[in-house]
């Protein structure tokens, strides 16, 4: 299965991801092909709107310690509810999506997450720290929410501008 990463301003990232409510072979497939394109992107999180299936499931793979990612450390994450929030933690958050650009968000320190794996079990997570922070940037990816548009007017306007002379300088090249 063949995937790429939608960028934006792509309108397909605006979509609200849909239940998953059969967990086939199909979810099997899509999932296995989403983590080697994490992988070779250098990424953490993506969730499946990213590559054009706005279904409720997203990948997670937190660096360890020594910065590594090991398949054992691979998070599916299907039809996830945030039960508990808490706490304040700011970070310079990055997005497959919107390549290049870093930004300071605001998000809960702590969440506690209720979610099904690729079989449909039910599982609970207590989160923290980077992964915190992933979950709930992947999360807003199913209500086709983006960190950018976390920012305040002002940072908005000027990411909008470079990131269309970004485009612009792609194009050229
Ligand atoms: C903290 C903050 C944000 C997240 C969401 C997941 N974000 C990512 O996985 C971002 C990955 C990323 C990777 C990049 O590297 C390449 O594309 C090769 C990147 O660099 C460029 O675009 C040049 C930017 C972002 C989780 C936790
Ligand atoms: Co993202």
Known sequence: MKLTI???????????????????????????????????????????????YPIRALILNIPDE???????????????????????????????????????????????LNFQDRDGNTKTLEADGLLSIAIQHEMDHLEGVLFIDKLSYARRKKFEKEYKRMLKEKKES
Do not use: W
């Open 66 to 112: 020594e910065g590594e990612q090991p398949s054992e450390n691979l998070l599916e994450i299907i039809n996830p509810i945030m039960s508990n929030q808490s706490g304040e933690t700011m970070y310079q958050e990055g997005c497959l999506s919107v390549p290049k650009f870093y930004e300071d968000i605001k998000r809960f320190e702590f969440v506690t």
């Open 6 to 52: 939608v960028e934006y301003p792509d309108k397909r990232l605006r979509l609200k991801s849909k239940e998953v409510e059969v967990f086939d072979e199909q979810l099997h497939i899509l999932l296995d092909a989403m983590n080697p394109l994490m992988m070779q992107t250098n990424g953490i999180g993506l969730a499946a709107v990213q590559v054009a």
